[in-house]
């Protein structure tokens, strides 16, 4: 009996080691993968496209996902002259207002796109006229890399 008890105490300790591992394994691959270049880089050397604002809208859809069943995801959609739209999330909701003034119609809109994300969604910085409306935050990118190695270092203890 009491070898049982310890064969399940050793099992459960080896799966949570593998978790440990698993989520080290995820970390030391997206950290240096996803957020070091977008936080690094600067925004000179990424790419950009300019473009004319045709218009503007927000849409609401309904998130239809296990993780958050029922939640409405909100997004800024952009539309361009030439018929593309570039998304903007909630995360920027601060600077829709400023983005969908109706003076923006028919000007000259900036946006760079992130190193390894997509073209039509988030782009790292947006100028409308040569005037920034939003760009990546400096300010947070020593937290993100503290956090991100802080992280690493205890899932590793």
Avoid at 21 to 44: E, G, R, S, W
Avoid at 71 to 79: C, E, N
């Amino acid at each position: 009996m009491r070898n049982a008890k310890n064969l399940i105490h050793t099992m459960k300790t080896k799966d949570s080691n593998f978790g440990i591992f698993l989520m080290t394994a995820v970390l030391l691959f997206c950290v240096p993968y996803f957020v070091l270049p977008n936080l690094f880089t600067d925004i000179k050397n990424l790419e950009y496209e300019t473009k004319i604002v045709e218009s503007t809208r927000i849409l609401k859809e309904k998130n239809n996902s296990r993780s958050l069943p029922g939640k409405y995801i909100t997004s800024l959609i952009i539309k361009m002259t030439d018929g593309s739209e570039i998304q903007s999330s909630e995360e920027y909701d601060k600077y829709w207002p400023q983005i969908q003034k109706k003076d923006n119609i028919g000007k000259q809109i900036k946006y760079y796109h992130s190193v390894n994300g997509s073209k039509e969604h988030n782009p790292l910085q947006i100028e409308i006229n040569n005037k920034i409306i939003y760009k990546k935050n400096e300010n947070l990118k020593y937290a993100i890399l503290l956090i991100a190695l802080m992280l690493i270092f205890t899932s590793i203890l």
